[in-house]
T-cell receptor
Framework: ELKVEQNPLFLSMQEGKNYTIYCNYSTTSDRLYWYRQDPGKSLESLFVLLSNGAVKQEGRLMASLDTKARLSTLHITAAVHDLSATYFC?????????FGPGTRLSVLP | GAVVSQHPSRVICKSGTSVKIECRSLDFQATTMFWYRQFPKQSLMLMAT?????????EQGVEKDKFLINHASLTLSTLTVTSAHPEDSSFYIC??????????FGDGTRLSIL
């Protein structure tokens, strides 16, 4: 059975701190996407990771992919309140995505 | 960037009503479109995959007679929730796939059945 897990599911952190969100998936995939969702909104694309060892950074967020370990990470550096949202990872299989359960991040002032 | 338009953004209607949601790719042709449902504080669950000119492929547990999908052109797919009931209340999101690269998501439709 295809499973995608995220850890943690809920994260409350202080502004200025660093933290990492983990995404594990059970079946090999060569591509993985990270999305952000604000309450009541649709998905906003953050990163597309296309190969093993891929690392991408945008602002305070950095994502990496290890296809052999079936693991992706989303690292938050010096968090700010504007990063509060739910973050989903989604490995790609064919044209389809399988979404993780999401990590709800709250950054406290 | 690629834009997917989803309409309406919000629907409130009485139980027993049928509701149609449209998903349009505005600047590319989408051979495949996807329909997702998201309950509060949960992840997105794929309902069906819609291919232009052919029947949609439904995920296990999704009633095809309840959720009618039509993909009549390369830029338009519609989802009709027939005889909607309160348990159908949810956030419905479509996405369109241009053939290469990532899916592009619509803004979602919040459906509330009274």
């Amino acid at each position: 059975e295809l499973k995608v897990e995220q850890n943690p599911l809920f994260l409350s952190m202080q502004e200025g701190k660093n933290y990492t969100i983990y995404c594990n998936y059970s079946t090999t995939s060569d591509r993985l996407y990270w999305y952000r969702q604000d309450p009541g909104k649709s998905l906003e694309s953050l990163f597309v990771l296309l190969s093993n060892g891929a690392v991408k950074q945008e602002g305070r967020l950095m994502a990496s992919l290890d296809t052999k370990a079936r693991l992706s990470t989303l690292h938050i550096t010096a968090a700010v309140h504007d990063l509060s949202a739910t973050y989903f990872c989604a490995p790609e299989y064919g044209q389809n995505f399988v979404f993780g359960p999401g990590t709800r991040l709250s950054v406290l002032p | 960037g690629a834009v997917v338009s989803q309409h309406p953004s919000r629907v409130i209607c009485k139980s027993g009503t049928s509701v149609k949601i449209e998903c349009r790719s505005l600047d590319f042709q989408a051979t495949t479109m996807f329909w997702y449902r998201q309950f509060p504080k949960q992840s997105l669950m794929l309902m069906a995959t819609s291919n232009e000119g052919s029947k949609a492929t439904y995920e296990q547990g999704v009633e095809k007679d309840k959720f009618l999908i039509n993909h009549a052109s390369l830029t338009l797919s519609t989802l009709t929730v027939t005889s909607a009931h309160p348990e159908d209340s949810s956030f419905y999101i479509c996405s369109a796939h241009p053939g290469q690269g990532p899916q592009h998501f619509g803004d979602g439709t919040r459906l509330s059945i009274l």
